[in-house]
């Protein structure tokens, strides 16, 4: 049985955005639009439950930076068959890599490293490394970050050893690692690496990881939920870890935490997670607001950029078609992008007991976030499926930068050019290279064709902003329609270095008439 977000709490996400003017009351629309699919997002949570045999899961749906809808199936332990809550903590296991990248680029922001140093400055046992190659560089923080250090893809022994003691890890460090390519070169997942920064984090703050990352990271984000060792969360709301074999269930126990906490260790509850996730995807758009979050923006996009490329897959997706993905891993998160949106961040997270996933899509400015006390429960398809079912209400729209003043101005001296040539707007607004490309005689000339066959056009409502230098737009005519693209120069004042004008075709107009543009 799936219990839903109280309607209190979605109310108060629209009334909050309600209250804040134009802007707001558009976003209030919208979530109220998509939350049309929240019927649809529970039926493929609870389906997907039944189906895996999850003994409790819990997901929770994010729109521009609001937590508005949650729900849940399954219950948080089986002997008392006690029910999940949004303060249910479950472990969220590599997840946890986000945090310690956060911790990293907290410091490197305030000057005690950067990404570029030697991992062994830090870590010295790292500095009689045997690397595959003479030709090998050192091991840096950015091959760590990145996963790119060339140690061997380690998930079912690095699953094992959270409970490692800092002494031991030493010993393990000491003992050296094996490389299966050079650093630098290739993409292998590392929790062996990501154990080696949280000991960074550790020597340089001065401070144990867990300490750094609770007072420096969840403190200021209200993640007062959010533990790196189970026994400090409370029975009650601690969420029991299972795995199916032999058709039943069997009960997994809980790894303490330990030298490998910082590559998967964390546990916390949905209401928090939805914190952490809101304020990654805070990063989006880049912006002149109060930058007051524990790490800046900037820093949260760079996580969220490939930093490490990854071959491109292909897929069947959940409605039988071929799906492409290409990207790769940023820093403690993966970024990709499919036929459908062109920037998805995520990261899952498997131990034995649980399975959890975060994604967001940061042009459309939606989310999802899913725990499950299943080994490894892998809820990708069904956060597939749900993203689809936002889309379908025609409301998952992509976010359109902000154009800067230099193109709006533009775009209305290059309508008036389209409209009625006049040689001095032509001469002001153009690059030096634009009648160099084509000269204006010839510019003139196909404008006054296509006025004399299209007849009258008029100024564009809508503006299809590319970025805040580059855009496009599409005029109606008395007999058709006309698609203007123009892009403005590196020089100040940005000036048009490159315009296009092109008629579109019948049925075409008709969709750009239709569209508003």
């Not at 997270?349 to 399975?355: A, I, K, Q, R, Y």
């Not at 193109?407 to 040539?421: C, E, F, G, I, R």
């Not at 409502?461 to 737009?473: D, H, I, Q, T, Y």
């Amino acid at each position: 049985m799936v219990k839903q977000l109280s309607s209190t709490i979605v109310a108060a996400a629209l009334a909050l955005a309600a209250g804040a003017g134009v802007e707001g009351r558009a976003q209030s629309d919208r979530v109220r639009q998509l939350s049309a699919a929240f019927p649809d997002i529970d039926r493929l949570f609870a389906d997907f439950a039944e189906r895996g045999h999850v003994p409790g899961i819990t997901y929770g749906v994010l729109i521009d930076g609001q937590l508005v809808h949650t729900g849940r199936a399954g219950v948080r332990e089986l002997a008392g068959k006690t029910p999940i809550t949004d303060d249910t903590v479950f472990r969220i296991a590599s997840m946890t890599k986000s945090f310690t990248a956060l911790c990293i680029l907290k410091l490197r922001d305030e000057g005690k490293l950067a990404l570029d140093d030697a991992a062994e400055k830090y870590v010295p046992e790292l500095a009689s490394l045997k690397y595959p190659t003479s030709d090998s560089p050192k091991l840096t923080l950015r091959h760590l970050m990145s996963h790119a250090t060339g140690f061997p893809e380690d998930n079912p022994w690095g699953d094992q050893q959270l409970a490692v003691s800092e002494a031991e890890f030493t010993k393990m460090l000491a003992a050296g690692i094996p490389f299966s390519t050079s650093p630098g070169t290739n993409y292998e997942y590392s929790n062996y690496g990501f154990a080696i920064l949280g000991r960074v984090v550790s020597r340089v703050s001065g401070v144990p990881y867990a300490r750094y990352v609770t007072d420096n990271i969840l403190k200021p984000l209200g993640m007062s939920a959010t533990t790196l060792e189970a026994r400090n969360v409370p029975a009650d709301r601690l969420a029991h870890g299972y795995r199916w074999e032999d058709n039943q269930w069997r009960e997994e126990p809980p790894l303490p935490d330990g030298a490998f906490g910082s590559m998967g260790g964390m546990l916390t509850s949905t209401r928090d997670f939805g914190r952490y996730v809101a304020f990654l995807m805070s990063a989006w758009p880049a912006r002149d607001e109060a930058d007051t979050g524990p790490v800046k923006r900037s820093s949260l996009r760079e996580m969220q950029q490939v930093q490490r490329p990854r071959p491109a897959t292909a897929s069947v997706a959940a409605d039988g078609t071929l799906r492409l993905n290409s990207g790769g891993y940023g820093f403690g998160l993966g970024i990709r992008q499919n036929c459908d949106y062109r920037a998805i961040v995520s990261h899952t997270g498997g131990l034995p007991g649980f399975g959890s996933e975060m994604r967001w899509l940061p042009d459309e400015g939606i989310g999802f976030i899913s725990m499950g006390s299943l080994t490894y429960t892998g809820a990708g398809g069904v956060i597939d499926q749900a993203i689809a079912a936002l889309a379908r209400t025609g409301a998952l729209t992509r976010r359109q930068p902000a154009p800067s003043a230099a193109l709006v101005a533009a775009k209305q001296d290059v309508t008036n050019l389209v409209m009625q040539w006049d040689d001095a707007v032509a001469d002001r607004i153009a690059a030096v290279n634009l009648f160099m490309d084509s000269d204006k005689a010839h510019r003139r000339a196909q404008l006054d064709r296509y006025r004399e066959q299209y007849g009258v056009c008029r100024p564009a409502e809508g503006f299809a902003v590319e970025n805040a230098l580059r855009g496009s737009w599409t005029m109606t005519c008395e007999r058709g329609a006309l698609r203007v693209a123009i892009t403005l120069a590196p020089t100040m004042p940005p000036k048009v270095q490159y315009m296009n004008v092109t008629p579109l075709p019948p049925s075409a107009s008709a969709l750009a008439r239709g569209c508003g543009q």
